[in-house]
Each structure stands twice: as C-alpha cells, then as structure tokens.
C-alpha cells in the first residue's frame, strides 16, 4: 500500500461504493451489538422451527394424522415421540452416546463434535474479524481452498522429519489463504472495489484453479483417474491424533482452540487490533486520527484469510487420503453463521463452532431415526435470520431501532443534522 | 390565528422533554423560543404540528381545541413549519416545490401555471423576489429558505415556524430574513421563531419565551440585556466574552501558501489560498458554511491528496505528508462534525483519548495497549477537562456534546502541540461548554503556539481571533485586524473584497 497519489476516477466508484458500506456496516454493528439473550432465543426458536419440520416429515405422524379426528392423541404423540427421538439423536450423536457399551465408545461423539467444530471455529474467527472491521468476508470458500492446496502441495511434495513437516505444511497454507484475501483488501482500498462482490468472484477462482491443480501433475493422484483428486499427505505432515487412536480427534481443534486466544488477544488487546475496531465503527474518525485505513482494509483480509486458511489446512492435512475441490465441505459460508452466531467475540465463535459442529457431528445419527439432513441446515438458517435478519432490514430501510431511548434517537437526529448542515 | 399551547407535557421514557409547558402567541406576534440545544424547543415544535403526541396538555387556536394526528391535521390548520434544513427537491424547479403534495389539476392534468401564479403572488407580496421557474438547487441558501416560506404561505399558513433558521445564513441573508418576518408579522401572520442567538432574539422578537431543561423559565421583552437572557437559558451568571491578552508573539510560524485544490468536476474548491500564522496568535477563518473551509483544514491535515502549494510549519513542508505524518509534526485537530470525523462513538472515553495515538508509547507497548497507561491518562483527562461522564469506559457516543468536544479538546491538546487547528470548535453546545472551550483554545494560543479556528459563527471568530481571514468561493478575500466590525466583515463574507 502506497501513499500516493490516487487516479482521479477513484472516487465516485469509492463514493457508491461507501455508501453500500455504511448501508452493511450499520447493519453489522447492530448484529454484532446483540446480546447473548438475542442468541439463545434465535436457538430456541430455530429448534422450534426445526421440531415443525421433523414433525412434518415424519412418516408415523403423516399415516397418524390420516385418522387425526378419529384419535387425535395419536397424531399428537407420533409428534412428540418423532421430535424426542429427533433430538434424542442429537444427543447422542453430538455429546453422549447412551446406547455405547463402554465409556470411551459413548464420548466419542463428544470428540467428533469438536473434530467438526475445528475448522468452523477458525474459519468463522476469520469471518468475524472481517466483521468487526466492517468488511463482509464471504471468501471463506475461496481462501480454505487455496489454503488447503497449499498445505497439500507442502505435504506432498517435500520430504521433511515429522514436525517440521507439519510446521511448514500449516505455514504454507497459512500464507496462501491469507494471500488470497489480502488481494481483496488491496483491491478495496486501491479501486473500492466492494469485498462482496470480489470474494465470491474469488471463490469461483479458487474453486476452478484447485480443480485444474488437483488433475494436474504433481498434485494430482494418478490412482484417481481423471478425477481431481489429491495425493495423500505425507504421514510426517497430517495432523496427529490427540486422543489416541480411539479418537479421530486431531489436532486441528487444538489449533482452533489457540487461533481463538490469538484472536481474542488480537482484537480485544493488540494495537493493531485497536485500529481495526476503530476502522470498523468510525472509518472517518478513524482516518482523521491518522490510522491509514486503506492499509487497514488490506490487514484485515489478510488476518481474516489467514484464519479461515486454519480452516483449510485442517481439512487438508486432518486426513489420510487425498482431496477434490469439495473438501471446503461448505464450511466457508458456514463461517459466517458461526460468526454472525458468535457476535464475532473470540468466546462466541468457539460456542457458535461447537454448536453446528455438534449438528455435524450428529447428522448421521439423526438421519438413522429419519431426520433429513436438511432439516439441521434449516435449523442453522433459522438462526441467522433471527440474528442477522431485523438489523439488517432495519439498516437497508433505515428504520429506527426498537426500545431505544429518546438520547440514541435525538443524538442520530443531530449526526443526520450536522452532515446536513455540512453539505 | 391566535395559538394557545396548554400544560404541553412530553416525556421519552423517563426523559421529560417538556414539562407542563404553557405558551401563548397572539395573532401578528414574532414569538421568539430561547434556549440551548436540548432544552425541548423542537420537541415542543414538533408536538404542535402533530410530529409527537403530547401525554398531558392542550393545543388551542383561536380559543378552539385542536387534535392534530400528523403533520396533515396542523397544516389544515394553519400551521407551517421551516424546517431547519429544508425539505426541498433540488432539481425541481420553485413551484414543483412549493406545489409538491397538494398539486393543483384541471380535469386530472397537473396545472403548472396555478402553481406559478401562487409563488408569483406570494413573492410580490412580501417581496420575495423569487422566480418560480428557478431550479431549487441553482439558488443560493438565503433564497431556498424563502422557497420554504412560500411553500408553507401557499398553504394558508397563518402561523409559521421557523427552527433555527439563520444557521445557515450570512449576515446579510440573515437581515433580509428579519426584514421578511416583519413583513409577515405586520400582515398577521403569527411566527415562532426558535434560535439560541441572542443577538438575532433581540432584534427581531416581540416577546420572548426562555425554555430551560423542558421548563419555560421566564418571558422576557426584547429589550433585556443579552447577560440576562444568557443567564436565563443556562441557570447561572455566564461571561459572553473572551477574556484575552494582547498575543505574545513567539518565533514559530505556521504559513500556507497557493494551497490550490480542483474538485472532481473542475471546480476550484480551494483557490490560492495563502496565509500565515505567528506562534502566540489566532487566526480566525471566517465566512459561510461551504466556502472552503472544510476543504482548507482538511488539506492540511494530509487528507487531500490532491492539494498542490505548500504548508509550511516552522519550516517543515507538511503537503502530501500522511495524515499520521502531520499529526506527528506537531499538529492538533479538532474536525468540525466531532460524531463523524473526532469520535468512535461506540469506543469508551479511554479509547477515544488514544485514538491518534494507537502507536507505540505512550498507550502501546510490544503491540500490546497499555490498559493502565490509558486508564490513567483518561482518569486525569476527565479531571482537567471537566468532562462529566460516569467513568473512563463510558462509551464517547452517550455523552452530551458538550462533553464529546472536550474529550476530542483533550485528545488534542494531550499531546506535545507546535500548531493547534480547531473546526467549529462550538458548534451544538451548551453556553457552558463554550465558555470552557473558548479559554482552552486561548490557553493555547497562549502558550505560544500558531492556533487557526474555522467558524462560522462570526461572533465567535470575533471573540477568538486576532487576524480574521474570510473565506469566500474557496478564497481568502481578504485578512483584517480582529476588531473590524460585523457589517464589513458581512460584506467580505458574500465575496466583496475589503
């Protein structure tokens, strides 16, 4: 990032562009100004929501209802039955297995949920740091991607001894995811092009170069066919179990775990974390105090990928086999709900993370009683429409904030004043 | 039409906005409103035209109870109100504007010349002298104003509102207005006129209603002293003027010079601008709002990177540093709209005070912030500052303004200073806060340092400065001795050279 002298056609585009901004970032603070009471009911409504939809589906209460005028208590108690054992699943496949026959068999959905709730933390840490500087990551695809085949190229094709190995595979994915987003920072603060449009462009390139590298030497796994499909990683540079061979558990949620201390020391702590708070509530206060807020833009992806590139790198190297394009698994656009979940608060992120890693963890289960898959993504939907949705309806209609006191609403009133005044 | 506000009570919550208000306006009368920002005079305005509903009280016109549901109701009945930032569509032309929501039509069709005619004969009554076919956004403020006016008359408007309406005004525009409103009066036309400038109260009002903390206070005739009416709208004894010594030069120098800046479409928004500042003076930028002003401080602070000449402070060339940059020469900025550009509302009073600072010593230490360091420093900024807040994490966007501008006054003044730059130091406060930041920007300039105010209040640039320079069209006309009179100083604020 340099201080020169910009082109002369910059500023209208930036003109438009910041004011989609203002329009997001209301909205963001907002969501991100909600209280933990706000995200406790948004999960009590969706597993109501969630409780319909299994009711609905579920074949005993379909052929019960059939006869409901005849017995109605049958239908009402196929419906509680379906919804208990529903959740009961839940239960099992995400926490306790009650019907294991040993201790450690029964924990180990406790493990799955946290092998799944790994990459969603870090990742979701990465969305959220976006958030809190008032950017919309939503490159989260893109930057695990590119993350993770930077890991695997690391993996594959170097030989090194065992830690090392690991080291620089993790590294190398590192730097790649958050290559990859420090573009779309240097892109906003160079053109103002806005983040939105150039991440999800991003995600496209990611996806179609990944596909290209994966069926081309020497990534590519001759074994495979024309699939592309990775090599395995080299035994030295996997994530090495932690619980014992019991567990799939890896390291890779250990790593989450410390990316979430990083992230809280980061943002509630550091200096730089300081600036981008500033950037993200005031970009002109923030500018008018000398913080460089173009450069800003352009740490911020660059943090932000780095965090989702943990993401990528525990799926890549948190297996013993090769991988295909699909290895995001979705967890990038899942980041966001997580993120958004979170209150982009290091604390939130990792109980946001647990929370879908448990409806992860647990999908098998659920669908062995009948539970389509879908239905928990429905259940994360709902979630973030009752998080995200009123603010952001509220800041793109330019409504006012329900409940606020008559200080908030003459003290915006006077802001709206003096930009008037300024014109 | 004669307007009776009764027992007007209007609470927010816990908040009592207007507290069992009683007011009474004669038929033909200029009834000034007096008081300080937040105490209730637009929150009063805005329950008369049916903006808010009152929990206690009556509205009576003509001895006649009155309910107004909206804005509809009131202007039905006579009321019209001028806001203080219009409410006009600038690429329409007058009458569009003033017809906008009651269109007259013949036989379905919009009829254009009624509408023309109306503005016509509103103008020529009182002399207005507006066309009707001007586009709204060619005309200068003073007469957009009065395309407000006639909006409001041309809806039978017995009784006008007007709120703050010289805040955007030169001093001449400013007389014509007075001029307007005693025409209006003699006509019969009641007014309510709602300001905090005592100057304008007094020359213009036949009665005056002081409103305080949602309280009518006093009533009180034009002819009281200013003090008196001062000490009214705040509750205590208030000193109007600047107490300052004669400037004691110092050797330092802060000097601009050809500061030329072209806007994106062509236009010279800062236009040669060359002056100097000697350590121990204030230099006082006046002139009206958008003539440069803000363009000028910003290009100092390394905000306009396309500014070309040359900003010399103590020698050190400053154009086309960063802002960052500047800042560590030496300079403290107060920017004009504080919620915008001097304060993170959402950050705490502590985080505020280091926002410029974010930088290694004295708040950050191994990229780490300082949390005692911060803490102290805030502690003792609240102290000297007298900023009334309930602590240091207090968040900055929940103080009053008051108390906002002097935690960005010391943000600014915290630090080592060799030039002190301050926009609208003023603007929105309370007579007490001024009081206080007027003697800090004195104490600066005192301890020797060039201090440069931008306002455009004249009063205050008056008070403050030693030298005046006035801006017009992004040009210095002129730079004049600090005690030339208002009317010369009006004058070069409309573009005549002194």
Redesign the interface.
């Known amino acids: 990032m340099s201080e020169s002298t910009p082109t002369p056609t910059r500023r209208p585009r930036a003109a438009q562009a910041s004011r989609v901004d203002s329009v997001l970032r209301d909205a963001l603070r907002e969501i991100l100004a909600g209280s933990i009471v706000r995200g406790a009911l948004a999960i009590l409504i969706a597993f109501l929501v969630g409780a319909i939809l299994i009711v609905c589906t579920n074949d005993d209460v379909i052929s019960a209802a059939g006869y409901f005028f005849a017995r109605p208590m049958d239908t009402l108690s196929a419906a509680a039955g379906a919804v208990g054992e529903a959740y009961g699943a839940l239960f099992r496949g995400a926490i306790y297995n009650t019907e294991a026959d040993s201790f450690v068999a029964g924990i180990r959905s406790l493990t799955e949920t946290a092998r799944f709730a790994g990459p969603l933390i870090a990742a979701g840490l990465g969305v959220a740091l976006s958030f809190r500087v008032g950017m919309f990551n939503i490159g989260g695809q893109g930057q695990l991607l590119v993350a993770a085949g930077c890991a695997m190229w690391a993996a594959t094709q170097w030989q090194l001894p065992g830690g090392l190995h690991l080291l620089v595979a993790i590294v190398f994915g590192l730097i790649g995811g958050s290559v990859w987003g420090a573009v779309v920072g240097f892109l906003k603060a160079q053109t103002g092009a806005h983040e939105v449009i150039v991440t999800i462009m991003l995600n496209y390139v990611a996806v179609n170069v990944l596909t290209w590298v994966l069926r081309t030497s020497p990534l590519h796994n001759p074994g495979s066919g024309n699939d592309p499909t990775s090599m395995a990683p080299a035994a030295s540079a996997q994530l090495p179990a932690i619980l014992g061979p019991s567990f799939q558990l890896h390291l890779g949620f250990v790593l989450a775990i410390a990316a979430a201390v990083l992230f809280w020391w980061l943002m509630e702590r550091s200096s730089l974390g300081f600036k981008f708070r500033a950037v993200g509530l005031n970009p002109d206060a923030a500018r008018t105090a000398g913080i460089n807020v173009e450069r800003i833009f352009v740490y911020t992806m660059a943090a932000s990928g780095a965090f989702v590139a943990l993401a990528g790198v525990n799926q890549a190297l948190g297996r013993t086999a090769g991988f295909t394009p699909s290895i995001d698994a979705g967890i990038g656009w899942d980041a966001i709900t997580v993120a958004l979940l979170g209150g982009s608060r290091a604390g939130g992120v990792v109980f946001a993370g647990l929370l879908f890693g448990a409806f992860k963890a647990a999908s098998s289960t659920m669908q062995f009683v009948g539970v389509a898959p879908e239905v928990m993504s429905v259940v994360q939907g709902v979630i973030v429409l009752f998080i995200a949705a009123p603010p952001l309806v509220r800041a793109i209609f330019r409504l006012p904030a329900p409940g606020a006191g008559v200080r908030a609403v003459l003290a915006r009133t006077r802001t709206a004043e003096t930009q008037e005044v300024a014109k | 039409m004669k307007l009776e506000l009764r027992g007007i009570t209007k609470r ?2 816990s ?1 009592v ?1 207007n507290d069992a208000i009683d007011l009474t306006i004669e038929p033909g009368e200029i009834h000034c409103l007096l008081g300080e920002n ?1 105490a209730g005079k637009s929150t009063l305005m805005n329950v008369l035209f049916g903006l808010y509903q009152a929990e206690e009280g009556e509205i009576l016109i003509d001895d006649a109870p009155v309910h107004f549901a909206g804005p509809g109701d009131a202007m039905a009945a006579g009321i019209g109100m001028v806001h ?2 219009f409410m006009l569509i600038p690429v329409f032309t007058v009458a569009e504007n003033v017809m906008l929501g009651h269109e007259p039509t013949r036989a379905g069709v919009l009829s254009m010349d009624v509408a023309r005619a109306r503005v016509r004969e509103i103008s020529d009554r009182f002399g207005f002298d507006i066309d009707p076919d001007a586009r709204v956004e060619e005309l200068p403020v003073g007469a957009q104003q009065r395309v407000e006016i006639v909006k409001a008359l041309a809806r039978d408007a017995r009784l006008l509102v007007l709120d703050e309406p010289t ?2 005004l030169t001093p001449q525009e400013t007389d014509e207005l007075m001029q307007i409103m005693r025409e209006l009066a003699a006509s019969g036309t009641s007014i309510v006129f709602i300001t905090h400038k005592l100057r304008e109260v007094r020359e213009v009002a036949d009665r005056i209603t002081v409103i305080r903390r949602g309280k009518v206070v006093a009533t009180a005739d034009p002819t009281a002293e200013p003090a008196e009416l001062a000490s009214l709208m705040v509750g205590r004894d208030v000193d109007l003027d600047v107490d300052k010594q004669a400037p004691a030069y110092t050797s330092s120098s802060f000097e601009v010079a050809g500061l030329t800046l072209v806007g ?1 479409s062509g236009e010279h928004l800062l236009d040669d601008v060359s002056f100097t500042v000697r350590g121990g003076e204030v230099l006082g930028i006046a002139g009206v ?2 003539n440069g002003q ?1 363009e000028l401080t910003e290009a100092i ?1 390394g ?1 306009r ?2 500014a070309r000449g040359s900003i010399l402070l103590d020698g050190q060339e400053l154009l086309g540093k ?3 940059q ?3 020469a030496g300079v403290g ?1 107060v ?3 504080r ?9 705490s009073i502590a ?1 505020n005070l ?3 600072r ?2 290694g010593e004295p ?2 230490r191994f ?3 300082d949390e005692r360091a911060i803490a102290a420093f805030a502690e003792a900024a609240i102290e000297e500052f007298d900023i009334r807040a309930q602590g240091i994490d207090q968040a900055a ?2 103080l009053s ?1 008051g108390n906002q501008q002097k935690v960005v006054l010391a943000r600014e003044l915290g630090r080592e200073l060799r030039l002190f730059i301050a926009s609208q130091p003023t ?2 406060l309370d007579v007490g806060s001024i009081e206080f930041v007027h003697d800090r920007i004195i104490a600066a300039r005192d301890s020797g340092i060039p201090v440069l105010i931008v306002s455009t209040e004249l009063d205050e640039v008056l008070g403050l400065a030693d030298r005046i320079a006035v801006m017009y069209h992004g040009r210095i006309v002129g730079i004049v001795d600090g005690d030339t009179p208002r009317a010369t100083l009006g004058e070069m604020m409309a573009g005549v050279a002194a």
């Open positions: 927010f919550g908040f906005a937040g203080q930032h805040a955007v994106r709002q958008g803000t602070l905000l990177k396309h960063s802002v960052r500047v800042l560590d900025f920017p004009e709209d919620k915008k550009d001097g304060l993170v509302g959402d950050f985080e280091m926002l410029d974010s930088d708040f950050v990229g780490t912030v966007g929940r303004g603007r929105g």
